[in-house]
Each structure stands twice: as structure tokens, then as C-alpha cells.
């Protein structure tokens, strides 16, 4: 059995191309065949989104994701307070969630990375 924190951001599989861009980021309380509970914040964002106030933020709660509904995860450090983490813009179309020296990437603007 693993005793270490994890925690994750999930990116949730969206049911048509237009449809905004829903991210889990928080802690793993609890895992079922079906289903993965976590103690969490959700992120919600259409495409155009150049600063912290586009993305809208959920409150912090328990919720239990299908595992069907899940697209990819990333593990982020164990030590990473995403409950207390802050939305921060590069200045460049990039929003991060941002807890100390732990950046987790929320929005990356493609234009950038050529």
C-alpha cells in the first residue's frame, strides 16, 4: 500500500471539440474499479483565455470522477497546496496554478511553443 500524498491534475474528456476544457486539480483520497475520489478544485475554460479571470475556479470539495471520464493525468509533487494555489499569468497567454516554487500549467497558449 502506498502512503504518499499524491496529488494529481485530470483532464476531463470532453463529449465534442467545442466544448470548454475541464481540469481536477487535488488530492487522491480514494480509488474504486469505476471511480477515483479526490479532495479537489475543478477549472473550467473555453479557448480564449489570456488571464486568470477566464479560467473559472470551483470550489474546493470532494468529488468522485469515472474513470471513463478522465482523459490524462499528471502527478504533480507531493508537496504541492494546490488548495491554497493561486491562478498566475506569464503575460504571454500561459495561466498556471502556482503554489510556492510548484508551477502546474492550467492554460498553455500554443502560438508560444514555435
Not at 502506498?2 to 496529488?7: L, Y
Not at 497546496?81 to 493561486?86: D, H, I, V, Y
Request: proline fraction near 6%; include cysteine.
Amino acid at each position: 500500500m502506498r502512503n504518499a500524498r499524491r496529488v494529481w491534475k485530470v483532464r476531463v474528456v470532453k463529449d465534442y471539440p467545442e466544448a470548454h476544457n475541464h481540469l481536477i486539480v487535488g488530492e487522491v483520497v480514494e480509488e474504486g474499479p469505476v471511480w477515483v475520489k479526490l479532495r479537489c478544485r475543478t477549472y473550467h475554460f473555453g479557448r480564449s483565455v489570456e488571464r486568470p479571470q477566464d479560467v473559472k475556479v470551483g470550489s474546493l470539495s470532494m468529488r468522485i470522477i469515472p474513470w471513463t471520464r478522465v482523459e490524462i493525468i499528471n502527478e504533480l509533487p507531493e508537496g504541492f497546496e494546490f488548495a491554497g494555489a493561486r491562478l498566475v499569468a506569464d503575460g504571454k497567454g500561459n495561466v498556471s496554478l502556482v503554489h510556492g516554487r510548484y508551477p502546474c500549467p492550467i492554460v498553455t497558449n500554443d502560438k508560444n511553443a514555435r
